[in-house]
């Protein structure tokens, strides 16, 4: 199983999202760094994981919780999906509001541990 681990900066204040390219790759969005907006983001999200990713960064952003932590699946560009999980924490950088983290793609991970639980 390869692990394939992006890095992702969201600036709050300037609605800024930018991902490097390891982030595409998960995202099935090119292998290119992409800049874009937190919408973004949240039309990629799997419908059943939506609402509550959103919840948990936006629970992040206002200080409910000290650390963004998620598992969730996304809808990549070709229709496939993959699972990820993804973490962060709040910082300040310049006067705004950031929060800065990575994310896994966990595909793999989780088929095997549902192949095992077949056994």
Request: proline share 2%; glycine share 8%.
């Given at each position: 199983m390869s692990?394939?681990v992006?890095?992702?900066?969201?600036?709050?204040t300037q609605?800024?999202l930018?991902?490097?390219?390891?982030?595409?790759v998960i995202f099935?969005?090119g292998?290119?760094?992409?800049?874009g907006?937190?919408?973004?983001?949240?039309?990629?999200?799997?419908?059943?994981d939506?609402d509550?990713?959103?919840?948990?960064?936006?629970?992040?952003?206002n200080?409910v919780?000290d650390f963004?932590?998620?598992i969730?699946?996304?809808?990549?560009q070709?229709?496939s999906?993959?699972?990820v999980?993804?973490?962060?924490?709040?910082?300040?950088?310049?006067?705004?509001?950031?929060l800065i983290g990575?994310?896994?793609?966990?595909t793999d991970?989780?088929k095997f541990i549902?192949?095992l639980?077949?056994?």
């Amino acid at each position: 199983m390869s692990r394939l681990v992006g890095i992702w900066d969201y600036n709050v204040t300037q609605n800024i999202l930018q991902w490097d390219k390891n982030m595409s790759v998960i995202f099935g969005a090119g292998n290119r760094p992409i800049v874009g907006n937190i919408d973004m983001f949240s039309e990629l999200l799997h419908p059943a994981d939506k609402d509550r990713v959103v919840g948990l960064v936006m629970d992040t952003i206002n200080g409910v919780n000290d650390f963004y932590d998620a598992i969730y699946t996304v809808t990549k560009q070709d229709g496939s999906e993959a699972s990820v999980h993804a973490w962060g924490s709040m910082f300040n950088h310049n006067g705004d509001k950031c929060l800065i983290g990575a994310c896994e793609d966990v595909t793999d991970r989780k088929k095997f541990i549902e192949e095992l639980r077949r056994v």
